[in-house]
């Protein structure tokens, strides 16, 4: 199986600008997770999609808002950037139904803002 | 408090010894998951092994046994047999709690493993 894709894979943008991120997960999963990761915070859960409904959502801005589609795709907006939204955003998808499920990780987007 | 906490930010090994990677956690749920990743310079996050609460008996995969001690509330990485290319960051992760209430990861600060020639 294809794992999870992201694109793009690195991104420059100005601050103010809005930016909207990929992830296609493997095969058969119904679950997207993104995570933000930063050398200050560490690695952080934005939000979990499930079957194209958002299941859990972690402590970010309005800014950072996210979708899923009837094939499991799933979008990532960031609007009104700041500075310090530059990192490395990771997206994860899994089955999402199971008591064992594992998220599996696609390379993420760097995102610079400037 | 911090639910997931690695203390050791940094560990070198030599080639072909084995390594041990801490991992201690905090959750009064009874139903949780623990996770160890690997993530190299190129940044992508790869699973190494997964336990779960109620398993017995500590997980292996390959070379790597997780040290499960549920009392102690510790899950530590067992890397046996060190590889030049196990030099990456290692994270330590748990998901708490029953899968649909959603499947949010909670991440350690991670710790950068170096192998020595």
Redesign the interface.
Known sequence: KAGVTQTPRYLIKTRGQQVTLSCSPISGHRSVSWYQQTPGQGLQFLFEYFSETQRNKGNFPGRFSGRQFSNSRSEMNVSTLELGDSALYLCASSGGDTHTDTQYFGPGTRLTVL | AQKITQTQPGMFVQEKEAVTLDCTYDTSDQ?Y?L?W?KQPS??????LI?Q?SYDEQNATEGRYSLNFQKARKSANLVISASQLGDSAMY?C?M?EG?????????????TRLMVKP
């Open positions: 139903s998951g996770f990743y190129s940044g992508e996050m790869i699973f997964y779960g994270f992760a998901r029953l899968l649909n209430a959603g499947n949010m990861l909670t991440f350690g600060g991670g």
